[in-house]
Structure formats: structure tokens, C-alpha cells
């Protein structure tokens, strides 16, 4: 599958495209949303994982914006809760278009096991 990742967090982002070249998929990183959009229009992936907490477009706007632009994407979104953890983000991620969630720090193959349940559900 061709994954998009979208974080602000260099270090997760090269952590994440390890993982999933390593599973035999192509990740494409970008710490902005605006190009990960655009990537998308170029190119478009089969999956995105997308942080909720990033400075300019946050993940909840970056979900609704690829959510209206391909209904049919599957998406991932991803927090370690933010500096206020009070509510529940990835909750509302859900509400807003995410398919599944993930609770940073997170488990390597618990994401590998999404993606391939996420590939099992589109054949």
C-alpha cells in the first residue's frame, strides 16, 4: 500500500517509514498538511496516518479535508494526547472521519495489524 504520514515530529516520522518499508509498503512522510495534500492530489495514497496535535492545520482539519476530497481513503489518526489530555482526541478524530486510532506511543505491529485488517476490509 502507498501510506501517507503527516506529523511534525521528525524523529516519528523517520520511525514510521522504517516500519512500514520494512512491512513492504510505500511511506511517504511530510511534517505539513498542506503538502500532504497536495502529494495526495499528485498521487494519491491508499492510506493516511495523520497526528492530531500540529502547529498550522491540525490532524481533526487535515482528517475533514482528505475525508471531502476522497471519501474513500482510509485513515489512521495518531496523539499521544497533547498537552492537555483531559479530553478524548482521537475520539473526536473519529467523529470528524478517522477509521482507526492510535495512542502514542504505539506498538509497531498494532499498526502493521491495522493496516493489513484496513487492506482486508477494501478487498
Known amino acids: 500500500m502507498r501510506i501517507l504520514v503527516v506529523d511534525d515530529n521528525p524523529d516519528i516520522l523517520e520511525s514510521l517509514a522504517l516500519v512500514l518499508q520494512s512491512a513492504g509498503h510505500e511511506a511517504c512522510t511530510v511534517i505539513d498538511s498542506r503538502v500532504a495534500l497536495r502529494l495526495h492530489a499528485e498521487r494519491p495514497a491508499d ?14 482539519e487535515t482528517i475533514a479535508a482528505f475525508r ?6 482510509k485513515i489512521i489518526a495518531m496523539s499521544g ?10 475520539g473526536i478524530a473519529k467523529e470528524v472521519g478517522a477509521d482507526a486510532m492510535m495512542r502514542k506511543p504505539f506498538d ?6 491495522t493496516l493489513d485488517e484496513m487492506s482486508a476490509d477494501a478487498a
Open 47 to 60: 492510506v493516511l496516518i495523520t497526528d492530531i496535535f500540529m502547529p498550522g492545520a491540525d490532524g481533526f
Open 108 to 113: 509497531p505491529a498494532d499498526l502493521l495489524r
Open 68 to 73: 471531502e476530497r476522497s471519501p474513500g481513503l
Open 81 to 90: 494526547g497533547g498537552r492537555v489530555a483531559r479530553r478524548d482526541y482521537l
